[in-house]
């Protein structure tokens, strides 16, 4: 079931309240759609090239007069046996904003692209904490990593990760080396509901080294203590073997 989620596109990091050492972190609520299509690989040039020439324009447009904050294609880099190949995303600070485009592109109807999909599904995301900044004609890689939370732990697998985690992601962004960071959960659930997504994107494979690097030496330096906080944090609050992470290509994304 866990093959169901994205990007995270999506993706995505964390919830409910804001540790002081990161005062930069958005608490506003961003919803994000998150179109997912499984395309044969005979058909992968012409579904980018439907996305660009009619999708991207809409999301453009309604990027530059305000209805959204965000919209990106992406190319599965790492695939499965039955998952998705492609995902179209975009953002809002509304529902409004998002059944708006919804709207439009179902108004624009399906591309000969989408229509040799063997499989689509949609989900929509609420990012109760996220980092961004501005990005035009942006290309990259993004990252998912998904954990199902023991049900009634969530909050208390964030915190975890908020502790140890966050303030590297928080030192990456500020080196320009992670572009967008989120914890996504959620609004619509069609998984799992104690599933958290940590969502972070990439300007470039270089970037993403650095970044893997720094959490590395993070988890590498902890104390002996701090390890088993951290582990048995995590025994606590996580299911087994539960993570699924997602490794997609940004074609074109932009975001203010």
């Given at each position: 079931?866990?093959?169901?989620?994205?990007?995270?596109?999506?993706?995505?990091?964390?919830i409910?309240?804001?540790?002081?050492?990161?005062?930069?972190?958005?608490?506003?609520?961003?919803?994000?759609?998150?179109?997912?299509w499984?395309?044969p690989?005979?058909?992968?040039?012409?579904?980018?090239?439907?996305?660009?020439?009619?999708?991207?324009?809409?999301?453009?447009?309604?990027?530059?007069?305000?209805?959204?904050?965000?919209?990106?294609?992406?190319?599965?880099?790492?695939?499965?046996?039955?998952?998705?190949?492609?995902?179209?995303i975009?953002?809002?600070?509304?529902l409004?904003?998002?059944?708006?485009?919804?709207?439009?592109?179902?108004?624009?109807?399906?591309?000969p692209?989408q229509?040799?999909?063997?499989?689509?599904?949609?989900?929509?995301?609420?990012?109760?904490?996220r980092?961004?900044?501005?990005?035009?004609?942006?290309?990259?890689?993004?990252?998912?990593?998904?954990?199902?939370?023991?049900?009634?732990k969530?909050?208390?697998?964030?915190?975890?990760?908020k502790?140890?985690?966050l303030?590297?992601?928080?030192?990456?962004?500020?080196?320009?080396?992670?572009?967008?960071?989120?914890?996504?959960?959620?609004?619509?659930?069609?998984?799992?509901g104690?599933?958290?997504?940590?969502?972070?994107?990439y300007?470039?494979?270089?970037?993403?080294?650095?970044a893997?690097?720094?959490?590395?030496?993070?988890?590498d330096?902890?104390?002996?203590?701090e390890?088993?906080l951290?582990?048995?944090?995590?025994?606590?609050?996580?299911?087994?073997?539960?993570?699924?992470?997602?490794?997609?290509?940004?074609?074109h994304?932009?975001?203010k």
């Open positions: 079931m866990l093959k169901r989620m994205a990007g995270l596109l999506v993706v995505v990091l964390l409910f309240c804001v540790p002081a050492a990161v005062p930069q972190q958005q608490e506003q609520t961003v919803y994000t759609f998150v179109s997912q499984q395309v690989r005979a058909n992968w040039a012409q579904f980018a090239e439907d996305t660009e020439k009619t999708l991207n324009p809409i999301l453009q447009r309604r990027l530059d007069d305000g209805t959204i904050i965000a919209w990106g294609n992406f190319e599965t880099v790492v695939h499965s046996a039955d998952g998705d190949t492609h995902t179209v975009w953002q809002a600070t509304s409004t904003g998002i059944t708006r485009v919804f709207d439009e592109l179902v108004k624009a109807g399906p591309r692209g229509i040799t999909a063997v499989k689509h599904e949609d989900l929509l995301l609420r990012s109760v904490l980092h961004s900044s501005p990005v035009a004609n942006g290309t990259g890689y993004a990252r998912v990593v998904g954990v199902l939370a023991q049900p009634g969530e909050d208390d697998y964030v915190a975890l990760l502790k140890y985690i303030p590297v992601l928080e030192d990456q962004f500020k080196k320009g080396n992670i572009t967008f960071y989120a914890v996504e959960q959620q609004y619509v659930v069609s998984v799992p104690s599933l958290r997504s940590v969502v972070s994107f300007p470039s494979a270089e970037a993403m080294d650095k893997a690097a720094a959490i590395n030496a993070r988890l330096g902890m104390t002996p203590a390890r088993a951290w582990q048995g944090g995590l025994a606590s609050t996580t299911i087994p073997n539960s993570r699924h992470d997602i490794l997609a290509r940004a074609t994304y932009a975001q």
